[in-house]
């Protein structure tokens, strides 16, 4: 019931991201005007704004216009949800109300990057320099005020939160380098940097290691796939910021876990 209550909590703010990754990119207010459809520009009543269910009553397409609704909209509404019931029962569950918050906001500001990065290429400073400052913060703040220090085994503290954030810059600024020297093309873009670093401070250096290792392996996966059924070529560019910030989120639920820590995080 409780895990009920956290999904559909979590996807309302996956609607509340949809908006920010369609309105972000365009420079148009995320609080004006109300929702509307992208193509006919009507606006949306809110029994057609429902997360997931008014997606699948209206069968994936616009009440008036009939053209179909971006499958964004219900996979980031669903995404949330469950993982806002992942993150419920990891440290709500434990009482750890103040990490979960840090992990929630730290998630719904993952989803908003990884949404714009895959559509426009570009990891907006907007989003992601808050939540360096927010991890650095955080960390310190539950720490030392909102916690106490029995229920802190899971969280990072402040010095492991900016080592994080640093360690984080500089392996893409190293790879930055490389990318030049070597292969002379861009492997990675300051926007990458800045998404490393937010990650960094969520998760400390031992976390921020281990979000580049899922996040490697998993966008080679995904990569050699899409260019191997020839639905993207060598040279064309690749957006690495969702497949880091799965990466991130799987470090944030793995930590703690018994197998994982045997090989990642004692
Ligand atoms: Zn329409």
Do not use: H
Not at 28 to 40: H, N
Not at 103 to 126: A, C, H, N, Q, W
Not at 156 to 177: K, N, P, Q, R
């Amino acid at each position: 019931m409780k895990e009920l209550l956290a999904f559909i909590i979590g996807a309302c703010f996956g609607s509340f991201a949809n908006v920010v990754i369609y309105r972000l990119p365009r420079n148009k207010s995320i609080v004006k005007p109300g929702s509307f459809c992208p193509k006919c520009r009507r606006s949306i009543n809110w029994y057609d704004n429902i997360p997931i269910i008014s997606y699948l009553v209206l069968k994936g397409r616009c009440r008036y216009c009939k053209k179909s609704i971006s499958l964004r909209y219900p996979v980031v509404e669903l995404l949330m949800g469950v993982l806002t019931i992942l993150l419920y029962q990891k440290f709500w569950t434990a009482e750890l109300y103040c990490t979960f918050l840090f992990y929630f906001i730290f998630t719904l500001g993952l989803v908003i990057i990884s949404g714009i990065d895959y559509e426009t290429f570009l990891i907006p400073d907007v989003i992601v320099l808050p939540l360096i400052a927010l991890g650095i913060l955080g960390a310190a703040m539950c720490k030392n005020f909102f916690m106490p220090q029995k229920a802190w085994p899971v969280l990072t503290s402040f010095s492991y939160s900016l080592s994080g954030a640093l360690i984080g810059a500089l392996i893409v600024l190293l790879l930055m380098i490389m990318g030049k020297v070597i292969w002379k093309k861009e492997a990675m873009g300051g926007g990458d940097l800045k998404l490393l670093a937010a990650i960094g401070a969520f998760v400390g250096w031992k976390g921020v290691l281990v979000s580049i290792f899922f996040g490697s392996i998993l966008g080679t996966i995904i990569s050699l796939a899409l260019i191997y059924s020839k639905k993207k070529t060598w040279d064309d560019y690749v957006p690495f910021g969702p497949y880091l910030a799965i990466g991130a989120i799987l470090t944030v639920l793995l930590k703690g876990n018994y197998l994982f820590s045997l090989y990642f995080i004692p």
